[in-house]
């Protein structure tokens, strides 16, 4: 099956420091991959969609200059989370989504928790 | 505004027992439906989708779920429980502009 990895698994930071952290699908090409942010005991919220060599498309509250989207390939988005605070601590998930985008079926990668102290 | 509902935020069950877990959404046009089952200390992974065709769909370990359009339901359920099923059950439709919007997840603690 589609199998997408995100790297790292967990990292901690300092406050005001930047964090990248990578999603890869790693036996197909996703043209389409999306960001989700999780609180504990929470759902997942969708933060925005990339698509291979354009713009991500950001939700509505999510700001595009902190949380710096890029999906260069159709194996690889990445998220940089600029200047972090402990606010943006959270479990971040990416997923991936070959041909026609979200309708067709979306694969997770296992997340990434980032503690900024 | 779309949106999904699940009905219960924990549930507890003994093994053996049957599982009925609740799901509605809101959303007049064309919806894809799925459910997640999220192991504790694991990723998201799919139990079963709907797309188009039979609305009882039968997913893996056991699941099932019934699309009832009229109702705007698609409920998760399962004849009898495990231990191992014990996890995080999330809810999730894509409906206009093809988003994933899930349900706000409900725990399920199977008692051995």
């Known amino acids: 099956g589609a199998v997408v990895s995100q790297h790292p698994s967990w990292v901690i930071c300092k406050s005001g420091t930047s964090v990248k952290i990578e999603c890869r699908s790693l036996?197909?090409?996703?043209?389409?991959m999306f960001w989700y942010r999780q609180f504990p005991k929470q759902s997942l919220m969708l933060m925005a969609t990339?698509?291979?060599?354009?713009?991500?498309?950001?939700e509505q509250g999510v700001e595009k200059d902190k949380f710096l989207i890029n999906h260069a390939s159709l194996t690889l988005s990445t998220l940089t989370v600029t200047s972090a605070h402990p606010e943006d601590s959270s479990f971040y998930i990416c997923?991936?989504?070959?041909?026609?985008?979200?309708?067709?079926?979306?694969?997770f990668g296992p997340g990434t928790r980032l503690t900024v102290l | 505004a779309q949106s999904v509902s699940q009905h219960n935020h924990h549930v507890i069950l003994s093994e053996a027992a049957s599982l009925e877990l609740g799901c509605n959404y809101s959303?007049?046009?064309?919806?894809?439906l799925f459910w997640y089952v999220q192991y504790p200390g694991q990723h998201l992974q799919l139990l079963l989708k709907?797309?188009?065709?039979?609305?009882l769909v039968k997913g893996i370990k056991g699941f099932e779920a019934e699309f009832i359009k009229s109702k705007f339901s698609f409920n998760l359920r399962k004849p009898s429980v495990q231990w191992s099923d014990t996890a995080e059950y999330f809810c999730?439709?894509?409906?206009?502009?093809?988003?994933?919007?899930f349900g706000q997840g409900t725990e399920l603690s199977v008692k051995p």
């Open positions: 997923s991936a989504a070959s041909g026609g985008g979200a309708y067709n079926e979306q694969f």
């Open positions: 036996d197909f090409q996703a043209t389409t």
């Open positions: 990339s698509n291979e060599g354009s713009k991500a498309t950001y």
């Open positions: 959303y007049g046009g064309t919806v894809n």
């Open positions: 709907y797309f188009s065709g039979d609305p």
């Open positions: 999730a439709v894509t409906g206009q502009g093809g988003k994933l919007i």
